[in-house]
């Protein structure tokens, strides 16, 4: 009897132990592959910005370039001889850049903006029933439609400047910041 219990109890140790080392698991590893990424210019990336919007009827792009391999838009001096928006008013300017969705997946689109931007400028997109009245900026306006952000997909950008209740901004005043266009895969 008692080599009976003696062999029960040591097949439950066997058993208990097996069971708390042999599962497979780790904690911890570490494995080296191959990474490649190549940086593109503006035009040429995932997420493609574009100047040249053809026969746009809006056609603003004089305002946008591409320096450095990124998308630069400045409100000052053009080619007709203007040198910025007027104080205390609303500027719209449809057409300004476009967007490509150059990716493998729909993504959606949003701005934000920075410094003395975000309190006077905002960004639309042009398709569609879509334009001035429809902000960009924020991700609770974050914009998708398959024919504008799907893969292979394009959307021309506008932007509105209002100084209508800028008290503190005066002829001569430059408005600096940064907008960053923010894309997510949905």
């Known amino acids: 009897m008692e080599r009976r219990k003696f062999i029960a109890g040591l097949g439950s140790i066997t058993a208990a132990g097996a069971a708390g080392i042999g599962t497979g698991a780790f904690s911890a590893t570490s494995a080296e592959r191959s990474l490649s990424v190549e940086v593109a210019d503006d035009a040429s990336a995932y997420l493609s910005f ?41 500027n719209h300017f449809d ?65 509105t400047i209002d100084l209508s209740d800028a008290d503190d901004v005066d002829e001569g005043d430059v408005l600096d910041g940064t907008m960053t266009v923010h894309a997510e895969s949905i």
Not at 61 to 71: H, Q, T
Not at 111 to 129: C, K, M, R, W
């Open 50 to 90: 574009g100047t040249d919007l053809g026969n746009s009827p809006d056609n603003n792009y004089e305002y946008a370039s591409i320096n450095d391999d990124e998308l630069e838009i400045k409100f000052g001096s053009n080619d007709a001889g203007g040198q910025g928006v007027n104080p205390n008013s609303t």
């Open 95 to 159: 057409d300004v850049f476009s967007i490509t969705n150059q990716g493998t997946e729909p993504v959606e689109i949003w701005f934000t903006l920075s410094d003395d931007l975000d309190e006077y400028v905002d960004v639309y997109p042009i398709a569609g029933n879509f334009g001035r009245e429809t902000s960009l900026v924020g991700e609770s306006n974050a914009f998708s439609a398959s024919w504008a952000t799907g893969v292979g997909s394009g959307l021309r950008i506008g932007l």
